[in-house]
């Protein structure tokens, strides 16, 4: 059923409204009944409304006078409107869930009746329909925010608003017309549900997707403000300000949301990784790192008016990447076990990409000579040329991914055959660009803006150098063996210029904390605290980069792992590294959602039992389909990684697959240390207590260290 | 050989210890070079059930495709098939796809260099970027102040980082 024929149906279930209201069970019984039509109603006005707020706010650009504001608040408001539609939308679809109404085709796929509560939530994003639906409300929550917050610019707002209307009209239509939620289900209303996808019976699952959508959605409002600020000639740089903090809220979005999916692979899908280079996954850091370059590169044209140009194409490419990862999981035409079936809905985004693309090459062409750099570039060893190359290696790095992802699609098209470009492509390709990234890091905060002299470059880079140096024969003494292949290499070399990084970062911390501390008297480390406090922005980003080599020692411990696999039966021994796991028992349970089975291992380590272990299989019942959960001892050092991989079909014994990943744990503590700094970023200066200068210097302008 | 066996340099029992100790040796490192070939050209591989994961690392039990395919594995690295016959005794039954990065030729050499061709086009673009920009002159200031720069630019920033909190 359409949205369009369901109208007729809704003046009946408004006059059944009327009938059962004062009876709860009766409320109920009507929302199950008409759930399907109310959804669609939501969805078609909010439609309605958007392409008003679109076409009213263009109007309301036009002209000057009273008419035209007024004409533009009801555009505005016709904005925040939608979100309510769309949430409205929502809720029913999650309440249908919760009613198990089998009637709606998507409930009938994505739940069943004993799913439990926690994952009827995540049936809104399980699936094709609804997670574009999901995608829909953070884009209307997102305009709703942008819009209530217009008085901070009015026309730059205004512009803004516009653009989200027309993105929100493309996500509208989809909901409408090509992947609708609300379609009903066909002949009579089935018993019970297909199931929710068993991968998706996690608790990060519940926490994961929207996370990761906040971030994929959340780079449409700075491209509204790119886009906006180009095509009205916006005077001035408050915009890139505004831009900037939306990209970082979103940026830190997309990070969690790419950590949680990783640490979800970790868990439930149990090969031991963490990170495939599937290009569902790629599809989501490609925008990161573009919204990465980004937030480096918008810090030349803050403090130096220039890269414009390089700003406006970093801020349209982001958008265009997720919307392009967005296209890859919904289209099917790429392998991926993320991916929704392969469907037509891929045309829709490729149209819808082609006209985004349009209408920014067109507004570029327009308008370029407003984005003319204020100054000139001075020196190749400055902060400026650091940024500049920063930005070189993550777009290299992102068209790495991009061609990686996409490269079976051209090689059909060009040769006529398929070929797979699996991980140790990327691993080839990527690792080199992202240990120059790493040295770069390491360097850029040590060069000062405008220009660097060698001298102090040597000055300030020597200590941090030796300290790495230190890590690196460290690293020797411990038996590590970079020559003994490409992956001992790259790990041994990302520990090393990772301790470089974090020696630098503690050097200027430890530099600015002593001037600190010479002025005001107090210990270093307070001084060190004041010095973050006075200067959110470059400190936060400090730490960010600190996670982020945290991070890369996290991957670099992958060149060590090792792992046993074994049929073991009650008593069964099996070693690996200093562990032993004794099989003790194994069980079953019947559970209403699904039945699984688990072993008990003991774990010995010097022959002393350390902990016990239950690596666990799961057969959901409703979508007939397996699932592992995998049972990890975890420590800084090391994970013990243990999978119950199921019963071996010709003798009948359980199989376990035991693994050591060594510094797994890091990855995470890199991440949080990365959305702490972030967060820290965000937050603003306090003021710095005056100082005198002891003598009178001529005042001539020089870049600040940020 | 049996000759060279039965001749007195052969005959003292520490010549046969030592024999016995090379033929161990032997066995055990063919053995570890079966296992490091395996584990290496399992790597090479992808497992065709649609699960997109390397051959070794597919992890479902009773995969009709994994197990089958490891064992064609086992016994070509046991027949002691080369590398290269290995790979494409797989491609002959399984397809190209079950190759698991293309291979260095032909068309696919795009994706192995295109990388590091943009890396490098991109350093020059950007070293020519700066070198152009320094060849701008330098805007004029108010006041008619004069920018500094080298060494007095260095003085500068030292004497406002000891002199100022910041």
């Known amino acids: ?706 | 050989m049996w000759t060279m066996l039965k001749s007195s340099q052969f005959r003292s029992p520490w010549r046969f210890a030592q024999m016995a100790v090379v033929m161990l040796a032997t066995t055990l490192f063919m053995g570890v070079g079966d296992e490091a070939r395996f584990r290496k050209l399992g790597h090479q591989l992808m497992c065709v059930c649609g699960c997109n994961q390397i051959l070794l690392e597919c992890n479902h039990v009773g995969c009709s495709y994994s197990d089958r395919m490891r064992g064609e594995l086992v016994e070509a690295t046991d027949r002691g098939d080369n590398d290269d016959l290995t790979l494409q005794s797989f491609v002959q039954k399984y397809g190209p796809t079950v190759i698991a990065v293309p291979s260095v030729t032909g068309f696919n050499i795009v994706a192995w260099i295109m990388p590091f061709m943009v890396l490098l086009a991109g350093t020059g673009l950007a070293v020519y970027v700066v070198h152009t920009w320094r060849g701008r002159p330098i805007p004029a200031l108010p006041g008619g102040i004069r920018p500094a720069t080298g060494t007095d630019l260095d003085k500068f920033r030292e004497q406002a980082r000891s002199e100022t909190d910041l």
Not at chain 1, 59 to 83: H, K, Q, Y
Not at chain 1, 592 to 601: K, Q, T, V
Not at chain 1, 677 to 700: E, F, I, K
Request: net charge positive.
């Open chain 1, 1 to 706: 059923m359409t949205p369009l024929t369901q109208f007729g149906g809704l003046a009946a279930a408004l006059l059944m409204f009327q009938e059962a209201q004062g009876s709860g069970g009766v409320w109920a019984a009507f929302f199950e009944a008409h759930a399907a039509q109310l959804g669609s109603y939501f969805l078609l006005v909010a439609l309605m409304l958007a392409l008003y707020s679109f076409l009213a706010g263009v109007l309301a650009l036009f002209g000057r006078d009273s008419l035209s504001e007024r004409i533009g608040e009801t555009a505005r408001r016709a904005g925040i409107a939608i979100f309510f539609l769309v949430i409205l939308a929502g809720i029913t679809l999650v309440t249908a869930a919760f009613q198990d109404n089998f009637s709606i085709a998507y409930i009938f796929h994505h739940s069943n009746r004993d799913l439990p509560v926690a994952y009827k939530f995540a049936v809104l994003w399980s699936g094709q329909e609804g997670s574009l639906l999901f995608w829909t409300l953070l884009l209307s929550t997102y305009g709703l925010v942008l819009r209530l917050r217009h008085k901070t610019d009015t026309r730059l707002f205004a512009h803004a608003s516009v653009i989200i209307a027309a993105v929100q009209i493309f996500f509208l239509l989809l909901v409408n017309f090509a992947a609708h939620p609300f379609a009903v289900t066909e002949g009579g209303i089935p018993a019970d549900g297909s199931g929710l996808n068993p991968l998706l019976q996690y608790p990060e699952m519940v926490i994961h997707p929207p996370m990761l959508y906040l971030g994929y959605v959340g780079f449409t409002v700075p491209f509204a403000f790119g886009l906006g600020a180009l095509i009205m000639r916006y005077p001035g740089e408050k915009w890139i300000h505004i831009t900037r903090r939306w990209t970082m809220v979103t940026w830190a979005f997309l990070t969690i949301g790419i950590f949680l999916g990783s640490h979800w692979a970790y868990n439930v899908l149990g090969w031991g990784g963490y990170w495939a280079w599937d290009p569902v996954e790629n599809a989501s850091f490609m925008p990161w790192l573009t919204g990465n370059a980004f937030l480096h590169s918008v810090m030349m044209q803050e403090k130096r008016g220039m890269l414009k140009i390089w700003n406006v194409w970093l801020v349209f490419s982001t958008f265009l990447l997720s919307i392009l990862g967005t296209f890859l999981t919904r289209s099917g035409i790429v392998s991926s076990v993320h991916a929704f079936a392969q469907s037509s809905i891929g045309t829709w985004f490729l149209i819808f990409l082609g006209l985004t693309l349009g209408t920014c090459i067109f507004a570029f062409v327009k308008n370029r000579d407003h984005l003319r750099s204020e100054h000139r570039l001075e020196a190749l060893v400055s902060r400026e040329s650091s940024f500049l190359f920063n930005n070189l290696l993550l777009l290299v790095l992102c068209f790495t991914i991009v061609l990686g992802t996409f490269f079976p699609v051209l090689h059909e098209w060009i040769v006529g055959s398929k070929v797979t470009v699996g991980p140790e492509f990327y691993n080839k390709e990527a690792f080199p660009i992202a240990l120059l990234l790493l040295l770069l890091t390491a360097l850029g905060p040590l060069l000062a803006w405008r220009m660097t002299s060698v001298d102090s470059l040597k000055r300030n880079f020597l200590w941090p150098a030796l300290g790495a140096l230190a890590i690196f024969i460290g690293l020797l003494i411990f038996g590590v063996r970079p020559w003994q292949d490409a992956t001992h290499f790259y790990s041994t070399m990302a520990i090393t210029l990772a301790s470089l990084v974090i020696f630098t970062i503690a050097s200027e911390f430890i530099r600015g904390g002593r001037v600190i501390s010479r002025h005001s008297g107090q210990n270093l480390l307070l001084s060190i605290a004041q010095l973050g406090r006075r200067n959110t922005r470059r400190y936060g980003g400090y730490i960010v980069h600190i996670g982020v080599v945290i991070v890369f020692i996290g991957i670099a411990g992958s060149a060590f792992n090792r792992n046993v696999e074994k049929e073991m039966g009650y008593g069964d021994k099996v070693q690996l590294g200093n562990y032993e796991l004794v099989c003790r028992s194994y069980t079953q349970e019947d559970k209403p959602n699904y039945a699984s089975e688990w072993a008990i291992l003991e774990v010995f380590q010097n022959g002393k039992q350390i902990d016990t272990l239950y690596p666990e299989r799961r057969f959901y019942k409703a979508s007939q389909q397996t699932s592992t959960m995998v049972a990890n001892r975890s420590s800084l050092k090391e994970d013990l990684y243990v999978v119950y991989e199921g019963l071996n079909q010709d003798s009948g014994r359980p199989i376990i697959k035991v693994y050591i990943n060594p510094l797994v744990n890091w990855l995470w503590i890199g991440v949080i240390t990365m959305i702490l700094g972030t967060v820290m970023a965000m937050l603003p200066n306090t003021l710095p207590s005056p100082a005198t200068a002891a003598t009178r210097v001529q005042t001539v302008p020089v870049g600040a260290g940020d």
